[in-house]
C-alpha cells in the first residue's frame, strides 16, 4: 500500500509507550480515490444492530446484524446486510469472532427508497436475499424468513480504550491540549495537518517519528470514511518500516489479510472488531 500516497481523510490521534531506539515508526499515506466519501446518506442505515430471531419452531436466539455501504451493488446508494442467528460466543457487545457459535448466517443486498412526494423525508434501506426479506428504518432493522425473524434495533459500540489517558512514562506522539491544535513536531513530514481535536489528516506521502524506538506497545486511534471502493481511508501504520498494521473501512465484512487491523498481506485479525466509518 505504498503506492499513490495522496491526501486521505483518515485522522489518527497516537499514543505509544516506547522503550530504547531503533527504528521509526511510520503511517502510511491513502489512495486518491478515498479523498472524500460520497454524498449519500450512509451514515443513517450504516451500523450494527442486536435483538432477537424468533425461529419458526419458536425457539429465540440472539440476532445480529451488519449493515454497510457497498457502492458495488449501487454506486448511489447501495448496501449489504450480514445477519446472523447467534447461539454463543458474542463478544462485546456485536463482535462476530471464531469463537461465535451462529446457528445461521445471511447476506443480504439492498438499496434506499427514494423519498416519494407524499413521505418526502422518510429514508428507509430495503433488503433481499434468496427468499429473506428486510427493512432498516431509524434504529430498527427487521427482516423476516421461512426460517424466522430478526427483530433487531441499533447498537452504538464503543471501545473501551478510546480517549483513555496515556499511562505513565509513555512517550505522547500527538495530543495536547483540548481545542488546541497539537504540535507535529514528533513527526517528519509537515505535510499533514493538525486539528483541534488532537488527531492529524494524512497528507502527501508518508509521515515518520523523528525518534526511533524498539520494545514498545503503540495505542493508535483512528477514524475513517465510506470509500469509493467500499472500503474507505485506506492507510496504515509501519512498524520497523517493514510490518504494516493496515487502517481500512472493513466493516461488516469477514477478516482477511487486507482488512483493517491485518498485518498487510500476512497475517487477517482474528474478528472483525471494526466500529462503523
Known sequence: ?????????TTFAIMAVLFSLLAAASLQAADANDA???KLTAELFTGEYVGTFIAADGNTLLGVAKVYFDPKVDPTGGFRAVVYAVKSGLLNGAVISEKTECESSTLLTGTMRPPTAKEPNRRQLRLASDKVIGVVEGDKCLIWSEGGKFDLTRYRRKSATLGAASPAGAVVLLGG?????????????DKWKAFDDGSMMVGDGNNYTVRKFKNFRLHAEFAVVHGKGGGGGNSGFYLLDRYEVQVYDSFGREPRTGSCAAIYKTFAPSANACLPP
Open 36 to 38: 472524500a466519501p460520497p
Open 1 to 9: 500500500m505504498r503506492s499513490n500516497p495522496r491526501l486521505s481523510r
Open 177 to 189: 491540549k483540548a481545542g488546541k491544535a497539537p504540535s507535529l513536531g514528533a513527526w517528519t513530514n
